[in-house]
């Protein structure tokens, strides 16, 4: 946690000790980077049970009177926590406001230092259907799934971290609570309760160590430049430990709770659940509720999902900042996964599309080129894909569940993808004619994806849609194999003339000569205009 | 009007005479039919401007003590009506209340016989994605469009009921507005406003007679069993009359007369544009307030839609009843189609999906088979297509806006379409697996509609997903020739076993033999069940 976490002033102070804490507000400011995360540590109870009788927070307030309200939390033995990360530089003035007096009217401030190379902040929507980190670059979130990494040995969580810094994957799901499921028995080594396991838990008292393990797991993602699309709920239990089947006040609490904790540090996101509609003792309005609660506690406004099983939530909730959609259908083909995007005008994530691997079920059997295939389909429907993996393995160490090792031959394939994109138009690239051009994304008159997928053309005619483009400019372009991940320059420019009231095409009629090979696609970009 | 607009008993009483006005409360009771429509004609001022400066409604109640607030209108001539369409049968009590004496606190009553044969009362949704009407005789929307039909010279109106009559179609989409576009130059025989054509006219004061037009065409379809799908405002206007660019006011002051009128035959349902986007004066909030001023107005929640051209309307608005998509694309195919249910759950009308004809514009040029081939592949997403038709005609008179003949190929396949429909379970063809099958609907269990589109297979492996099945089940099929009109029985029936975890085959592993050419599909029937 060395860089993220910033160095934190522990004000240790009698409970009672009012002229003592009175002298602590002239105490040094906590010192941090933007986006980072200063902790005001403040001593307090530790009788009765402070997690539910102890309410804390803190006012914070900028030299242009921006303010965020920002929860604290008990952190165990006494430890009163609030943790902040301040979304601009400068000084930030705080005021604690607490049911109790040793933890009321406590004042200071956090000494924010600008954020240092490499912490672009937080991710956030930009341009409608895509993202970019708070200082303006560019995010393509390209993610992949461990749902159960942090619930394993500790060698096994270090070695998904090896393997994800070797990954080409910028967002990771993953669960909170441990997962029961085929391939998923073993316990976890902590327990969000303290309690007994399997199942006496006090839904009343958390175990922090539990949720530090987890903060140390989001922070060395976040230094692999990883975002942790945080699953708060899921239906894998099995009625073994009852983490799905809560009260709503235990839900609600525990919602409070694990967004006071998480919420600062810039790379979360919260998904609500995984497959939200199969967890059956919920209804769509504690959903609605729970939505609500977590957009109420978060004062960062992180990015903010909920990911279905059979039936879609409502995505249009405005406290949903992007789609987060199970499909595997939809992204089979990018005239389907386009349809989304009309749908909830929000960034369209596919996260579960189906997974490469070979376990019996459909859903977990794909090839690798079907895998990719997806991938290319969702990029040019103008929606972000999401890779899973489950080949079988005698450890039972299946990458979607446990993490471990990548086996598949997707990943590779992802990372060529995600080179192309890296060099493509920083604003996103958009269907170019959305219902009758399922195939071509990009930036109208400058830079287009044509993606050809299972066919296996040996030319392709030179068209392009009318949007932005004037007669006599000229494109350069570049065949992609997509599986075999090569970029082959065609030679000569291509100079376009109008066809007609919706195309363009070269002027002398020429076509893309092609490998008559499934899994081309095309790179066009304009080079010059018309003097 | 005959059968449809009931005995209507006009008061005619001096505009002070409050005497007389107690005198006819003991007058005998209107009479009509349920749903039908009984007429409360009263006597009021000339003077003024009785369009804006009278206020006029009735509470109508029941037995039972169920109210209806039932605006009225001004008809011209002094003569002031409220149209009540009794939703039970039954005497239905009313009192006036109105801005002006003479009309305030009238009382009366409406007697509602029993519907007559041929009267199944208004279209209600139904299983979600699925229509009844009131009696709960199912109605499965299939449609065309004739944009301006009602603003034709009286021989074509006549015309366009004849061929409508023998067509297959029973919900037309129509504008209350005339139609200035390509091919649509003609001025109506009548306007909605005083004033002067092209463009001079005075919002404030309707042309009653325009309105009867109207009302006795919608009767019409009516009396054929056709829903007129009324589409309020629309952008094709070209700074013509100007009827797309009216202030917030003229455009409530409009929606509030039109549903006063129109409302209660139930045969009306509310599309408050067509191509509500592309009408450039108005924003998305516009329309939010538009479709409320409907909603309130409208006693009787007829259903109500809004259809898009390039930006779909967020259709999860409460007021909306079903979504009116207009997208070519996602009719192509079952798999794009079935999105919309899980996005909107709503019935989802497909009320555009291009149209059969010869036109240049890419919107207006499908084949005969394409339009029946996007018919089909409707159906099986468990979603309801909409024709249309753009054959270009010396006169001039495309189907599409003027009505007239139809000349395509596809109606009478849509026939064809129509009476499989009608033998196929009453509460509608629900997608079977729909994210893994997405060329299947039916009734899990007892009923399947398999479509094989463009492929053209020599047979098909007999195989159904799991819902609802078991081992020993019979099944007849039939295959269904969609272009041809053919049915034909696979003589022998299949019995089923579980192959594996999602799929039922027939025991002995047989297909359905198939001709091999493209338009087939299976109807699949349980005919018995293991002793």
Redesign the interface.
Known sequence: MKNALCLSVCLWLAACGHALGAESQESAPVECEQWGVGEIVLDGPRDGNPFVDVELAADFTDRQNKRLHVPGFYDGDGRYVIRFSPPTPGEWKYRTSSNTPALHDRTGAVAAAPAKEGNHGPVVVKNGFHFAYADGTPYRPIGTTCYAWTSQPEALEEETLQTLAASPFNKLRMCVFPKRYKWNENEPQLYAYEGKAPNQWDFTRFNPEFFQHLERRIVELQKLGIEADVILLHPYDEGHWGFDQMSDEADDRYLRYIVARLAPYRNVWWSLANEYDFMLEKQESDWDRMIAVVDQTDPYDRLTSIHNG???Y???NPRLTHASIQ????A??A??AV??R????KPILFDEIKYEGNI???WGNLSAEEMVHRFWECIVAGTYPGHGECYLSDDDVLWWAKGGKLKGESPARIKFLTEILETAPEQGLEPID???Y?NIVGKPGEYYLVYLGKESPSEWKFSLPRYELKEGEQFRVEVLDTWNMTITPVAEPFTIRQES??LFVDKDGRSVPLPGKPWQALQITKIGSPQ
Do not use: C, I
């Not at 009309?342 to 005008?345: I, Q």
């Open positions: 059979r039936v879609l409502n995505h249009t499909n595997g259908s939809a089979e083909e005239g389907r349809l989304y009309d749908a909830y005008r019996p079920s459909r959305k219902w009758q399922p009231e919706y």
